[in-house]
């Protein structure tokens, strides 16, 4: 609770019911959208004759408080695809079926930004890690549906599903450009592997990104892309 107090002070407007302290990942962003807001309000500025700098201050202070309201709005997280009580569990399936229904959560639905998996192939204590952090699933899931625009964000499964490990460890890689639900609905790309193990009873407990980019860079690439200056697609 006091780690929660202290964010919020430190970040102006931050809206409590995004909860902070257990979502790292959105801290970054909106410390990212607030940065890219500034520098494109002061490039708005120093391109302004003396005279209208008052005009310019005045557009300054629109654009932050614009942002506040636009990162303060209720999101509205994804429905998750599928039950997840203990009695709906798909235990035990073979390599054939959980290819199948692993590519419809991967390609189909592109959980990856969308947030729409389906939780009944994964156990109740399955965690998430990005690059980030670590998730328990239900916050990935709303994590992933606060975070971004699936609608404007793309997504590529590079080639097929690999097995190993006596079928207990799939690993695929992707390659996505992520558009955030924050003002100007910035994009970056992110590549890399995902790394999914599975317990003895075939449920899948670990979910591992692993990226191709730093974090630094693909927050970098996000202000880039809010600014014009370098936009976010799969030939960059």
Not at 203 to 225: A, H, K, M, T
Request: include cysteine; hydrophobic fraction near 40%; charge should be neutral.
């Amino acid at each position: 609770q006091v780690r929660h107090t202290t964010i919020s002070h430190t970040l102006p407007y931050f809206p409590a019911s995004l909860q902070p302290h257990r979502h790292p990942t959105i801290i970054l962003v909106y410390v990212a959208a607030v940065l890219s807001h500034l520098l494109l309000a002061s490039v708005q500025l120093g391109r302004q004759p003396s005279s209208t700098h008052q005009l310019g201050r005045r557009a300054t202070l629109s654009v932050l408080a614009s942002s506040a309201f636009a990162l303060s709005r209720p999101a509205s997280f994804p429905a998750i695809a599928t039950p997840g009580t203990e009695a709906d569990k798909a235990r035990g399936l073979s390599r054939s079926e959980l290819t199948k229904r692993l590519l419809v959560d991967i390609v189909e639905k592109r959980f990856m930004v969308t947030g729409q998996l389906s939780k009944d192939l994964y156990s109740d204590g399955a965690k998430f890690t990005d690059e980030i952090d670590t998730y328990a699933i239900d916050d990935f899931v709303r994590g992933t549906g606060l975070l971004f625009d699936g609608s404007n964000s793309d997504f590529k499964l590079i080639g097929d599903l690999e097995y190993s490990n006596n079928d207990r460890t799939i690993k695929y890689r992707f390659d996505e450009i992520l558009c955030f639900k924050i003002p100007l609905q910035p994009k970056s790309r992110v590549s890399g592997t995902v790394e999914l193990n599975r317990g003895e009873d075939g449920l899948i407990n670990s979910y591992r990104e692993f990226w191709d980019q730093s974090v630094p860079s693909v927050l970098g690439d996000l202000v880039l892309d809010a600014l014009g200056i370098k936009r976010a697609s799969f030939e960059s």
